[in-house]
């Protein structure tokens, strides 16, 4: 079997060896984090000149020593991002045959962020010299094809650091009816039947159906069993499955979820706070191992109950190692070395190997090293700035290698640091604001400074961390935290299952729990949470406040919520400027630590327009299941692992504009993105009523509601989700969103009359929404910091 390109014009089906991974670094010194990795990428290529091996199969190996192996799944790229703790260098090959009936010339666009080598029929045609971080590369490419088979081969070299987006793609604009995809060797055709057989596979509720009943070799995990119509019963409350198929030589998977079993978690805890506290210390020391990133927040509990014993050793020393290692992220294990060590008296043999570690670690990146820790999020810089401070402290005569400094310089140049972000904080608010992922961290490196820090440091973390706490709750909507955030992952369409809620329920028990080992912090701390947020969590809120240099919105009424970030601001100014292209910053101040964040990952200034990373722009919801939401994808399946991802992120930012219970959201995809389609979550099954009519969507829950409209037709798309998400294909879309209830419209059917009757219109020459006295224009921005 042959396959297609798919309706883009892109090729799916490829056979790919690699990625290989090497240890990576270049012998220089940089006081610039991103400037060392951009050194870095410009000399990553080895200048090796790659032909194409004129024996390619499945299972046999290239000259990277590892084998050639399908990728397929409904990717419009061979995408295999991933996540790199130390700078690596990725190498991967590609190929794919072209079938065409008569020789011809076509025009293609080559996508990457890598360095790529395209060979076509043995000659090199297309080169891609450096590597970026962002944004996408779009190469416009001619390949001369010949009649019958034309072989496709891929060298990709990329610096692997942090977040890596290792990605090919190659995309025909005309005549696409006249390609087609085969692979070398023998079995490959099987498996592009196998793929198409399981992304063909429709879930409903615990059933998987297949067009033609169950294929050989198919099964499930867990264990399914057959029905008589030649449909699969999953177990039932089954939350998450695998669809496996097995063909003569290899196996295909398809991950599914079944949202309908995928709900909140309520557990029961003790009355008081104090029992409270002991509950979570003892869920908290249950997570005990060594080979844990984190599971140094683990030990710090087993010592708190007094449950420590020797194999707490095992587990303290690879923590240890991680630091030593620098690895990204080796600030969170720092952060919970030094609480240890605050919190209780340790055996010397330990206390020696804890001082050796940090006597030699990097506080910053103005300090001696090459390594791919990131300094610069919110998180990390004040993680960074309280280890410096505080394990200065520890060491005050003591010489720290990489600075060349005392320990007690090292303590006074930590605290001014962490000065500089305590008052940045406190006057313009966070830059990562309800963050699903990152609140959690960012509290337990305040509370070290609550209970370790100089008085004033003490009382400026503990006022910050209030304002967090209070933010979180006034988002707080019947349990569950609804915000745009400044960073999110694909929780997003959870909000019960995000990070965050595991502060909303140490604060209120009960709303529903999550589990996070960061909260080994606030449950060992003298830190107590101020008066009144319960009230606030469950307050009716109508308000618009001003984040960083985002404008948010939030109204909160009984029965539904809707929030948003404006793009742009309707002052269209900033709270702060970025100082990263100014000729002689003060690379010391939180200012620049600020502008490299917003480099990197994405600004909070949101503008129509601009490339996005994380930043999550709206919600509207009826309850924490029944929700909402638009965005413009970074990946093209729910598996990618790419930031901006599926569902969580914009590739590039629409306008967006909230007036109370009304929305709207435009957006305007550029040729320089490889990506031309919009999406709604819309989690059927959590409404107890839905249904379209034109180009509205309508969807009831208990006594509330909510409409949806879209500019472009809407079609139903199936991936991990069945029936969650509705797409609109094109360049550009308007999408407008409104919420009621039973108090305002009476009926749903009233509410629906309502709706209809809106002029709602949408100018695509003008680029300009308009529904009654609401309007909403884009208007592209560009800005030179997302290029990175």
């Given at each position: 079997?042959?396959?297609?390109?798919?309706?883009?014009?892109?090729?799916?089906?490829?056979?790919?060896?690699?990625?290989?991974?090497?240890?990576?670094?270049?012998?220089?010194?940089?006081?610039?984090?991103?400037?060392?990795?951009?050194?870095?990428?410009?000399?990553?290529?080895?200048?090796?000149?790659?032909?194409?091996?004129?024996?390619?199969?499945?299972?046999?190996?290239?000259?990277?020593?590892?084998?050639?192996?399908?990728?397929?799944?409904?990717?419009?790229?061979?995408?295999?991002?991933?996540?790199?703790?130390?700078?690596?260098?990725?190498?991967?090959?590609?190929?794919?045959?072209?079938?065409?009936?008569?020789?011809?010339?076509?025009?293609?666009?080559?996508?990457?962020?890598?360095?790529?080598?395209?060979?076509?029929?043995?000659?090199?045609?297309?080169?891609?010299?450096?590597?970026?971080?962002?944004?996408?590369?779009?190469?416009?490419?001619?390949?001369?094809?010949?009649?019958?088979?034309?072989?496709?081969?891929?060298?990709?070299?990329?610096?692997?650091?942090?977040?890596?987006?290792?990605?090919?793609?190659?995309?025909?604009?005309?005549?696409?009816?006249?390609?087609?995809?085969?692979?070398?060797?023998?079995?490959?055709?099987?498996?592009?039947?196998?793929?198409?057989?399981?992304?063909?596979?429709?879930?409903?509720?615990?059933?998987?159906?297949?067009?033609?009943?169950?294929?050989?070799?198919?099964?499930?995990?867990?264990?399914?069993?057959?029905?008589?119509?030649?449909?699969?019963?999953?177990?039932?409350?089954?939350?998450?499955?695998?669809?496996?198929?097995?063909?003569?030589?290899?196996?295909?998977?398809?991950?599914?979820?079944?949202?309908?079993?995928?709900?909140?978690?309520?557990?029961?805890?003790?009355?008081?706070?104090?029992?409270?506290?002991?509950?979570?210390?003892?869920?908290?020391?249950?997570?005990?191992?060594?080979?844990?990133?984190?599971?140094?927040?683990?030990?710090?509990?087993?010592?708190?109950?007094?449950?420590?014993?020797?194999?707490?050793?095992?587990?303290?020393?690879?923590?240890?190692?991680?630091?030593?290692?620098?690895?990204?992220?080796?600030?969170?294990?720092?952060?919970?070395?030094?609480?240890?060590?605050?919190?209780?008296?340790?055996?010397?043999?330990?206390?020696?190997?804890?001082?050796?570690?940090?006597?030699?670690?990097?506080?910053?990146?103005?300090?001696?090293?090459?390594?791919?820790?990131?300094?610069?999020?919110?998180?990390?810089?004040?993680?960074?700035?309280?280890?410096?401070?505080?394990?200065?402290?520890?060491?005050?005569?003591?010489?720290?290698?990489?600075?060349?400094?005392?320990?007690?310089?090292?303590?006074?140049?930590?605290?001014?640091?962490?000065?500089?972000?305590?008052?940045?904080?406190?006057?313009?608010?966070?830059?990562?604001?309800?963050?699903?992922?990152?609140?959690?961290?960012?509290?337990?490196?305040?509370?070290?400074?609550?209970?370790?820090?100089?008085?004033?440091?003490?009382?400026?973390?503990?006022?910050?961390?209030?304002?967090?706490?209070?933010?979180?709750?006034?988002?707080?909507?019947?349990?569950?935290?609804?915000?745009?955030?400044?960073?999110?992952?694909?929780?997003?369409?959870?909000?019960?299952?995000?990070?965050?809620?595991?502060?909303?329920?140490?604060?209120?028990?009960?709303?529903?729990?999550?589990?996070?080992?960061?909260?080994?912090?606030?449950?060992?701390?003298?830190?107590?949470?101020?008066?009144?947020?319960?009230?606030?969590?469950?307050?009716?809120?109508?308000?618009?406040?001003?984040?960083?240099?985002?404008?948010?919105?939030?109204?909160?009424?009984?029965?539904?919520?809707?929030?948003?970030?404006?793009?742009?601001?309707?002052?269209?100014?900033?709270?702060?400027?970025?100082?990263?292209?100014?000729?002689?910053?003060?690379?010391?101040?939180?200012?620049?630590?600020?502008?490299?964040?917003?480099?990197?990952?994405?600004?909070?200034?949101?503008?129509?327009?601009?490339?996005?990373?994380?930043?999550?722009?709206?919600?509207?919801?009826?309850?924490?299941?029944?929700?909402?939401?638009?965005?413009?994808?970074?990946?093209?399946?729910?598996?990618?692992?790419?930031?901006?991802?599926?569902?969580?992120?914009?590739?590039?930012?629409?306008?967006?504009?909230?007036?109370?219970?009304?929305?709207?959201?435009?957006?305007?995809?550029?040729?320089?993105?490889?990506?031309?389609?919009?999406?709604?979550?819309?989690?059927?099954?959590?409404?107890?009523?839905?249904?379209?009519?034109?180009?509205?969507?309508?969807?009831?829950?208990?006594?509330?509601?909510?409409?949806?409209?879209?500019?472009?037709?809407?079609?139903w798309h199936d991936d991990m989700l069945a029936k969650c998400e509705l797409r609109a294909h094109g360049d550009k879309s308007a999408w407008l969103c409104l919420?009621?209830?039973?108090?305002?419209?009476?009926?749903?059917?009233?509410?629906?009359?309502?709706?209809?009757?809106?002029?709602?219109?949408?100018?695509?020459?003008?680029?300009?929404?308009?529904?009654?006295?609401?309007?909403?224009?884009?208007?592209?921005?560009?800005?030179?910091?997302?290029?990175?």
């Amino acid at each position: 079997m042959a396959g297609k390109l798919n309706r883009e014009g892109f090729i799916t089906n490829w056979l790919i060896s690699g990625p290989k991974l090497a240890d990576f670094s270049a012998d220089c010194s940089f006081d610039d984090q991103l400037a060392y990795e951009k050194y870095m990428r410009s000399v990553l290529r080895d200048g090796r000149t790659v032909a194409p091996p004129e024996d390619i199969a499945l299972d046999q190996n290239s000259d990277l020593d590892m084998p050639w192996r399908y990728i397929g799944g409904g990717n419009w790229f061979v995408d295999v991002s991933n996540f790199y703790l130390l700078p690596t260098r990725v190498e991967l090959y590609a190929c794919a045959d072209l079938l065409v009936d008569q020789a011809m010339e076509m025009c293609a666009d080559l996508w990457t962020y890598t360095a790529i080598d395209l060979w076509v029929n043995g000659e090199l045609t297309a080169t891609v010299e450096r590597p970026v971080y962002k944004p996408i590369i779009r190469k416009p490419i001619a390949l001369k094809l010949k009649r019958g088979a034309n072989r496709i081969f891929i060298r990709m070299q990329n610096l692997g650091v942090r977040d890596t987006r290792n990605i090919i793609g190659l995309q025909f604009k005309e005549a696409t009816e006249a390609i087609s995809v085969s692979l070398p060797g023998d079995g490959a055709e099987e498996l592009i039947a196998l793929d198409t057989a399981l992304r063909g596979a429709c879930v409903c509720g615990e059933v998987i159906r297949f067009t033609d009943g169950i294929p050989a070799g198919v099964s499930t995990e867990p264990q399914g069993s057959p029905l008589p119509d030649g449909a699969i019963q999953l177990p039932g409350g089954t939350k998450r499955a695998m669809i496996k198929g097995s063909g003569s030589r290899h196996e295909l998977m398809r991950a599914v979820e079944i949202i309908g079993n995928i709900k909140p978690a309520y557990i029961e805890q003790p009355e008081s706070e104090e029992g409270r506290r002991d509950d979570l210390l003892h869920r908290l020391a249950e997570s005990k191992g060594a080979a844990s990133a984190r599971s140094i927040f683990s030990v710090i509990a087993r010592y708190t109950l007094g449950l420590n014993d020797a194999s707490d050793h095992e587990a303290i020393r690879a923590n240890l190692k991680r630091i030593h290692d620098r690895v990204d992220c080796s600030d969170f294990t720092a952060a919970g070395v030094i609480r240890l060590v605050k919190m209780f008296d340790l055996d010397s043999e330990i206390l020696a190997e804890i001082r050796k570690t940090f006597l030699h670690y990097r506080f910053w990146m103005d300090q001696n090293g090459a390594d791919g820790m990131c300094f610069w999020s919110e998180n990390h810089a004040l993680l960074f700035h309280g280890a410096q401070m505080l394990a200065g402290g520890m060491y005050p005569d003591d010489l720290f290698s990489r600075s060349g400094l005392t320990g007690r310089q090292q303590e006074a140049l930590g605290a001014e640091r962490c000065r500089d972000w305590l008052d940045d904080v406190a006057e313009h608010g966070f830059e990562e604001f309800i963050s699903s992922g990152y609140m959690s961290v960012t509290i337990g490196a305040l509370i070290n400074l609550v209970d370790y820090g100089p008085e004033d440091i003490s009382k400026k973390a503990a006022h910050v961390t209030d304002m967090m706490l209070k933010q979180l709750s006034r988002h707080t909507f019947k349990g569950s935290v609804f915000g745009p955030q400044g960073r999110v992952y694909r929780d997003v369409i959870t909000p019960f299952e995000q990070g965050v809620q595991a502060i909303i329920n140490y604060v209120n028990p009960a709303t529903p729990f999550h589990h996070s080992e960061w909260m080994i912090f606030p449950a060992t701390s003298k830190y107590r949470v101020p008066d009144g947020l319960v009230q606030m969590m469950n307050a009716v809120i109508s308000d618009r406040y001003g984040c960083a240099n985002a404008e948010i919105a939030l109204e909160k009424r009984k029965n539904y919520l809707m929030t948003s970030v404006a793009s742009p601001r309707a002052d269209d100014g900033l709270r702060w400027r970025g100082i990263c292209f100014d000729e002689n910053p003060d690379r010391g101040s939180n200012l620049y630590t600020m502008s490299l964040n917003e480099r990197f990952h994405g600004t909070t200034d949101f503008r129509p327009g601009v490339y996005g990373y994380q930043q999550h722009l709206w919600y509207a919801a009826l309850d924490p299941e029944a929700l909402v939401f638009t965005n413009h994808p970074g990946g093209t399946v729910d598996s990618s692992s790419m930031r901006p991802g599926y569902w969580y992120g914009n590739g590039v930012f629409p306008a967006v504009k909230q007036e109370k219970n009304l929305l709207g959201a435009v957006y305007a995809i550029p040729d320089d993105h490889p990506i031309h389609f919009t999406h709604l979550y819309f989690p059927a099954e959590k409404f107890e009523d839905y249904f379209q009519r034109g180009n509205w969507l309508f969807a009831r829950k208990g006594e509330a509601w909510l409409g949806v409209w879209c500019s472009e037709p809407l079609e139903w798309h199936d991936d991990m989700l069945a029936k969650c998400e509705l797409r609109a294909h094109g360049d550009k879309s308007a999408w407008l969103c409104l919420c009621s209830d039973k108090a305002a419209d009476g009926s749903f059917g009233g509410f629906i009359a309502r709706c209809e009757a809106l002029p709602v219109l949408f100018d695509r020459g003008r680029m300009l929404l308009t529904c009654g006295d609401f309007a909403l224009r884009y208007a592209v921005h560009f800005d030179n910091t997302q290029y990175v």
